[in-house]
């Protein structure tokens, strides 16, 4: 259970109600990580601009950012962000072949990735582990394939994601009842190392079954 | 050399105009930060205005606020801005031993920190290690001396801090200094 109320749509403030809005034109539906920001509509105001400028094409396509989403908060074993962009990678054509082989380092030799792929995925994972150790010849290759514009999304996608991850995880922020039944892609090859996010797995499959 | 080149306000996209009059005149100047986001203008605008709102008065005491991020950029092994946000905790009247107490498991059993504050940095440190293992007690812990809002805050303001620092420390930009105006005129 969540360990703040989601607010909903009809006890929303103003400011509220339009973020809910804008997220359910976007979205289909008002995610609860969104209701949870309800606690603080001025954060959740600004907070939200940052993933609608992210979850489009930018100067990186929004099927590129995927990679990244799904790496990013694998790597921290979020099991909210992980189902979520599973299936937005799927809608947006990405196989599931190819969404199992970001883990770990399987990606560098795999068929389904190129070498501009593979170049920011190794930025990815510096990044999330520890920026004090980018290797220059990683900053080589992402420059050889991206301009300046380019690095800044990406660095902000993987930014940000670690960023939502971490503050819906922490709250216990869970997955709506139109993600039961999701047939985890990247647990099942790659199961969490964290043992609360591994309960956390195991509730979500007894809920779907 | 930064990642990416640190563009000015003259060279900067037009659609930049705006919020670099409310960075300039929030801050005193431009940091660093701000000019290597602005390679990229929706990402430079959406994340400056986000990170904005982590960084001055709130539902929580910007001094404390100061207080969390250091824990935060500590616990993640972040160096990106430390010693500017020691600076403005110094310069909201926060004792330096109290600010030095923000170090390992030192404020653990530092005076100088109540037990309000102490929940909230075991919150940055669970975060840090893993976020998906906050417990129901540290929860209670924390709802007993913040309300929904204020919890709402927190774990903004840590997140947004995790973000920062590890985008900072990727670019490899520098600031020492992030208000170069005086605090009180914030």
Same mark, same amino acid.
């Given at each position: 259970m969540a360990q703040l109320p989601y607010i909903e749509p009809e006890e929303a403030d103003e400011v509220t109600k339009q973020v809910y809005d804008k997220a359910e034109a976007r979205f289909e539906m008002v995610l609860n990580i969104f209701k949870i920001t309800g606690n603080a509509p001025e954060i959740g105001e600004k907070m939200w601009e940052i993933f609608f400028e992210i979850l489009k094409d930018g100067q990186v396509d929004w099927v590129t950012k995927e990679l990244l989403i799904l790496k990013s908060t694998k790597m921290g074993d979020c099991l909210y962000c992980v189902t979520q962009h599973e299936a937005v990678s799927s809608r947006l054509g990405v196989s599931k072949e190819k969404q199992q082989d970001i &883990? @770990? &380092?399987e990606y560098r030799n %795999?068929? $389904? *990735?190129t070498e501009q792929e593979v170049a920011i995925l190794d930025l990815c994972s510096h990044v999330v582990l520890?920026? !004090? !150790?980018?290797p220059a010849d990683v900053w080589e290759r992402v420059k050889k394939h991206y301009d300046d514009g380019q690095v800044i999304e990406i660095l902000a996608t993987i930014g940000a994601y670690l960023q939502v991850s971490k503050f819906g995880d922490a709250m216990g922020v869970e997955l709506e009842? #139109?993600? $039961? @039944?999701h047939q985890p892609v990247l647990f099942e090859v790659d199961p969490p190392k964290s043992k609360a996010a591994q309960k956390h797995l195991e509730h979500f499959k007894a809920q779907s079954s | 050399m930064p990642a990416v080149q640190l563009l000015e306000r003259d060279n900067?996209? #037009? %659609?930049?105009n705006e919020l670099m009059q409310t960075t300039e005149d929030y801050f005193g100047h431009v940091p660093e930060l701000v000019k290597a986001l602005a390679n990229n203008p929706p990402m430079c605008k959406t994340i400056t205005e986000f990170t904005l709102q982590a960084l001055g008065p709130g539902r929580i005491d910007w001094a404390l606020k100061e207080l969390i991020i250091l824990k935060t950029l500590r616990s993640i092994q972040c160096t990106y801005s430390y010693g500017a946000h020691e600076k403005i905790a110094a310069d909201l009247g926060v004792p330096l031993e109290k600010i030095g107490d923000v170090a390992n498991s030192q404020w653990q059993t530092? #005076? $100088? *920190?109540s037990d309000a504050e102490k929940a909230l940095f075991k919150l940055v440190e669970q975060i840090a290690e893993d976020a998906n293992d906050v417990s129901d007690e540290l929860w209670e812990e924390l709802r007993n001396h913040w309300d929904n809002g204020q919890l709402l805050e927190v774990n903004a303001v840590i997140t947004t801090f995790i973000m920062i620092g590890r985008v900072g420390d990727s670019l490899g930009v520098s600031d020492p200094v992030l208000f170069s105006k005086p605090l009180k005129n914030v």
């Open positions: &883990v @770990g &380092v %795999s068929p $389904h *990735y520890n920026p !004090e !150790e980018i009842d #139109a993600f $039961h @039944g | 900067m996209d #037009a %659609s930049l530092s #005076a $100088h *920190y």
